[in-house]
């Protein structure tokens, strides 16, 4: 099952500067998980300890945002995944 990802500008470099990359997964947490497999510099950037994602990282499954649930919700062949970052400042 072939989902593509689209990262944020941030992690162009540290995917090789790829924008988007295609993984395979059942649901978002495995995607992710194939995604820091092929990039391991991604992993302490979208996930805390425990393999849980950081409160800045906000996931989208075609344009649907996939909180609470994030690592569990379920994609399928062609979906279209997009990692953003919630910042702030003034």
Known sequence: MSVKIVLHPF???????EETIEVDGKNVGECLTNLVNRFPGLEKELFEKGRKLHKYVEIFVNG???Y???????VKDGDELS???LVAGG
Do not use: C, H, R, V
């Open 11 to 17: 992690f162009y470099e540290m995917a090789g500067g």
């Open 64 to 66: 649907k945002t996939t």
């Open 68 to 74: 609470p649930n994030e690592l569990g919700y379920t």
């Open 83 to 85: 990692i953003i970052l």
